[in-house]
Each structure stands twice: as C-alpha cells, then as structure tokens.
C-alpha cells in the first residue's frame, strides 16, 4: 500500500478531493490555514487537529454516511448484528471540498505498520481495555506525537500487551453526531444529566467497525478498499453502550464551532488510518 491510496481513502472519510503539497509542488503558497494556487484556486489545509471534525462535517453530506447512521440506530435500538455493509460503496461526487494536506506533517511512517496475517495469541490492554488489534488491515501511522499537550495518552512507544499510566483505550471510526442526534431517545432512560445520542460513535472492535466502514474503488489500482479510522478514546468523557460494543462522546448543542472542535480534541484523536482490500 502506497502514500497516493492512502491520499484516496483521505478523500473517501472527508468526502472530498485530497491531495498533497508534495504532490502539487512547491510554488503553493499557505495563507492562514489556505493554500493558493494559480488562477486563484484555493485549498483549504487539512492538519491532524482538524481531522475528525472535516470527516464529520463531510458525512453530513455523504449517502453511504447516511447509510450507515440509519444501520447504527437500527442495532442501538433493537440490540440486533448490524446489517451486511459490504454493498455499501462510496463515490466520490464533486462537493466543492478541496483539501490539501503536507504529507511530513500528516503521517508519520515509522509507525506503519502491517497487520495482514496477524494471529494474536496473547491479549493486548490500551488504557484499561482489550485492545482488538486490527488483523488483516494495512495501518499508515499519523503523525500525532507532540500535536497536544503530551503523549501519555499515545501510551509506550514500543510493542506490549499491557497499558501505560494515562494512556487512553483504543477504537474504531463508527459514525458522527449529526447522523448520531436522536438515536437513542425514547429507547433509552438516561441518567441524571446525560444527554443520549447527540455526538461521535465509535467501537473497540475492528470486526463491529467493518459494517460501517466506507468501501472505496482506488484510481490507481482499480482495486476496492475498506477504510476506517483508528483512534483513541479519552474514558472520562465516553458513554458505553450495548453490551460495550459502542462507545459515545457526548457533543453538546448549541456551541460554537470552534468550541466543539476543542471538545473533540480533548476526547477522541485520530492515530492510524487503516485499509483492507474488499
């Protein structure tokens, strides 16, 4: 798997086109967040930061999204398996989206890694949890070390079974809080101030994250592709729900933009992006 599918599958959890500095050459010329190009062409610059909250602003408008959010409530209300997905296949419409990202700022190779043919025969923890390793995935790693305040929540650098002090658990992209609003209200009693349903669902577990990953066909390669997102999740803002299955990180209403986007950070970080041929 090359770094030009990987820039593919960018565009198919952004819902747009993605491209690279590198790729384009170096004459682009950034501007507050904004690459300018001849004939005043602009891109905006897709950073790690902002990487979950482009991929929820661009399922909001992406049918196999809408799919997907409609399988997800199905199985949050009746507790039955998710449906086949496997049909389930994105194409990428023209949406006016036009991102860019620097490829040295954006992945960070020595953390690729190759899970094809992988059988575990011990049990892996991340911050507390199982961690269900993503056996038959291709991971390119993202480079995220030193993008917040620490890097406790990434946990030891190094391969182990057994979590680290502060390190935050491990889970697969599900779905997003505008697909998300409602879906637990009225099948559900909530506690004392919780809020159900409004915002980022996501799962421990690669073979529940399957049924809801987007399926995309590569330019390049002409072959087919899953695609998800691994991230962490930090404990003290997640709700666990069916049986564990799925975790939610509540997103208030009513908060401006750049306050929901301070709430993702503090919650969920992206750190892997994963693919496996269909």
């Not at 995220?144 to 502060?166: A, E, F, H, I, M």
């Not at 995309?216 to 404990?235: C, D, E, M, P």
């Amino acid at each position: 798997m090359d770094r030009d599918l990987a820039l593919e599958a960018l565009g198919a959890l952004c819902n747009a086109s993605v491209t690279s500095v590198q790729k384009q050459g170096s004459s682009d010329v950034s501007f507050g967040g904004v690459f300018r190009r001849g004939a005043g062409q602009q891109q905006q610059l897709l950073d790690i930061q902002h990487f979950i909250p482009t991929i929820l602003e661009g399922e909001e408008t992406c049918s196999v999204s809408n799919t997907s959010f409609r399988s997800l409530r199905s199985v949050l209300q009746s507790g039955e398996p998710p449906a086949d997905s496997s049909q389930l296949h994105y194409s990428r419409v023209p949406t006016g989206r036009d991102l860019v990202i620097d490829e040295n700022e954006f992945f960070d190779p020595p953390f690729d890694y190759d899970f094809s043919g992988l059988s575990d025969t011990e049990t892996y923890y991340r911050g507390g949890e199982v961690y269900e390793r993503p056996s038959g995935w291709y991971r390119f790693g993202l480079k995220v070390l030193n993008k917040y305040d620490d890097n406790r929540w990434l946990g030891s650098q190094y391969r182990t079974t057994q979590s680290t002090p502060g390190e935050w658990p491990v889970s697969y992209h599900g779905t997003s809080k505008q697909g998300a609003e409602g879906i637990i209200a009225g099948y559900y009693q909530p506690g004392p101030g919780q809020a159900y349903g409004r915002g980022i669902y996501s799962t421990p577990y690669i073979s529940e994250a399957i049924y809801y990953a987007k399926i995309f066909t590569s330019q390049k390669t002409g072959k087919s592709y899953h695609v998800i997102l691994q991230n962490r999740i930090n404990a003290e803002y997640r709700q666990k729900h069916n049986n564990d299955k799925y975790w939610l990180i509540p997103i208030q209403a009513h908060i401006s933009g750049e306050e929901e986007r301070e709430e993702v950070q503090q919650a969920i970080r992206p750190y892997g992006l994963l693919l496996k041929e269909v």
